[in-house]
């Protein structure tokens, strides 16, 4: 006996018209809170048409529409703080101090 199981993934029919007036700025939506596409230049991001992309995402796309937010997965280094100490101390060695082979040593 051979079982097969089909798992069959769908992405939400988009909406235009009057099922996405509420939602501003958008052209195709998911649902009457989430748009799928927006229109007029802007950038859609969690469902939502917005003016620009905030700081801590890409922009993608040019035209008045598919505008979207991607996010920045460019990792940020921590700052670093390097502190470098320097001594100096210079001393004259002679006779058995030095070893065999010298006459001074420092």
């Not at 937010?69 to 700052?79: E, F, I, K, S, Y």
Request: aromatic share 2%; with cysteine; charged share 10%.
């Amino acid at each position: 006996t051979t079982t097969t199981t089909t798992t069959v993934t769908t992405t939400p029919l988009a909406l235009t018209g009057a099922a996405c007036q509420q939602l501003s700025n958008c052209h195709a939506c998911v649902s009457a809170q989430e748009c799928k596409t927006c229109k007029n230049r802007r950038y859609l991001l969690n469902g939502a048409c917005i003016d620009t992309c905030p700081t801590d995402t890409i922009p993608q796309g040019t035209g008045n529409f598919s505008r979207v937010c991607l996010p920045n997965n460019t990792p940020t280094a921590p700052p670093t703080t390097t502190t470098s100490t320097t001594t100096s101390v210079t001393q004259t060695f002679t006779g058995t101090a030095c070893g065999r082979n010298c006459h001074a040593c420092t």
